[in-house]
Nanobody, 118 residues
């Protein structure tokens, strides 16, 4: 079983930047596509971005051009560089396996809070 720990969140003004980190235990991490997800208060968890083990990546339209996902397989780490942050980016951010009909989630970590003030 993979254990996930997210970090790097905080309070930032609109237009600012943050870099989130996802640390994972377990050998399965490096061979799986990994995604970032977020959940705002009163809303369902939503997809943000994902990256395959080989490096190909995709983004939700709402963050395209502002966020960059990357990974270091040797360190079992995935990152999310967030630039030009907007108040609507405020949420708890989580990493997990990229969820598809074939691949379900590992146990969710505690997430990391991102708050963007206007």
């Amino acid at each position: 079983q993979v254990q996930l720990v997210e970090s790097g969140g905080g309070l930032v003004q609109a237009g600012g930047s943050l870099r989130l980190s996802c640390a994972a235990s377990g050998s399965m991490f490096s061979v799986n596509a990994i995604g970032w997800y977020r959940q705002a208060p009163g809303k369902q968890r939503e997809y943000v971005a994902h990256i395959y083990s080989g490096g190909n990546r995709n983004y939700a339209d709402s963050v395209k051009g502002r966020f960059t996902i990357s990974r270091d397989n040797a360190k079992n780490m995935v990152y999310l560089q967030m630039n030009s942050l907007k108040p609507e980016d405020t949420a708890v951010y989580y990493c997990n396996r990229y969820l598809t009909p074939s691949y379900g989630a590992w146990a969710w970590g505690q997430g990391t809070q991102v708050t963007v003030s206007s």
